[in-house]
C-alpha cells in the first residue's frame, strides 16, 4: 500500500525508492505514455465488442465491451490527475470504484434478463472477438504490472486491467461452452462473474481511497 509514503518527512525511507508510487508532483513519463495506450486500445475495442455483442446476442461480450468502455474513461481520468495530489487521485479513484460497481448492477441485471427472454448467443463470434480482447488486455497488463502496487487511482488502473484479462478468459470460456451445449447458461454464468469481480474490484478501491483520504485529513 502507498498511503504512508507520501509523507514530506518519510517519502525517501523504508527502501521503498524502487517503487512506482506518485509523489505529489511529477510523475513518471513511462506511465503516462502507458495510460494512453490503454485509452486507446480500449476505446478501439469497445466499439469492436459492442457490435459483436449485439450480433451475436451474447451477455457476456457486451458486458466486456461496457468494461472496455468504463476502463478508457478510468484512464483518461488517470491521464488527468497524475499531477495532483494524493488526495484529488483518491477522490477520482472513488469515482471510478463507483464506475466499476456501476457496470457490476447493470450486467447483473442484463442477465438476469437474457436468462428470462434469451436465446444462445452465435459462439464462433465469440470466440474470435474473445481472443482479439484477450491480446488487447494482456498487452495493457504487461504495460501496467510494473505500476500495480501504487497508490488508490493507480491500483484502480490495475485491478480494471486485470479483470479485463480474466474477463476475456471467461468469454472464450464461455463462447465453447455455449458451442458446446447449445444453450445460452454458460454466457450468462460468464457475465454473472465478470459482474461479481467489478463489484469486488470497486469495494477494493473504495476502501483504499478512503483510507488515504483519512491519512491525509481529508
Request: proline residues 4%; glycine residues 10%; contains cysteine.
Amino acid at each position: 500500500m502507498s498511503l504512508h509514503h507520501h509523507d514530506p518527512h518519510h517519502g525517501h525511507d523504508h527502501g521503498h525508492g524502487h517503487r512506482h508510487d506518485l509523489p505529489e508532483g511529477p510523475v513518471p513519463p513511462g506511465y503516462r505514455r502507458v495510460l494512453w495506450i490503454a485509452l486507446v486500445a480500449n476505446a478501439l475495442m469497445f466499439v469492436v465488442e459492442i457490435a459483436a455483442g449485439v450480433s451475436t446476442g451474447s451477455v457476456s461480450l457486451l458486458a466486456d465491451a461496457i468494461d472496455f468502455f468504463s476502463d478508457a474513461v478510468n484512464y483518461g481520468l488517470s491521464v488527468a490527475v497524475l499531477a495532483m495530489g494524493i488526495v484529488a487521485r483518491a477522490r477520482v479513484a472513488v469515482f471510478k470504484a463507483g464506475t466499476m460497481i456501476l457496470f457490476g448492477a447493470v450486467v447483473l441485471a442484463r442477465a438476469f434478463w437474457a436468462a428470462l427472454h434469451g436465446a444462445a448467443p452465435e459462439p464462433l463470434t465469440m470466440g474470435v472477438v474473445g481472443a482479439l480482447a484477450l491480446a488487447t488486455n494482456v498487452g495493457v497488463a504487461v504495460l501496467l504490472y510494473a505500476y500495480r502496487e501504487g497508490d488508490a487511482n493507480m491500483r484502480s488502473v490495475w485491478l480494471c486491467t486485470r479483470n479485463d484479462a480474466i474477463g476475456n478468459v471467461a468469454v472464450l470460456l464461455a463462447a465453447a461452452g455455449v458451442f458446446g451445449t447449445g444453450t445460452r447458461w454458460p454466457d450468462l454464468l460468464v457475465a454473472t462473474v465478470m459482474a461479481g469481480l467489478a463489484l469486488s474490484a470497486g469495494l477494493s478501491v473504495v476502501r483504499q481511497a478512503r483510507r488515504e483520504l483519512v491519512s491525509n485529513g481529508a
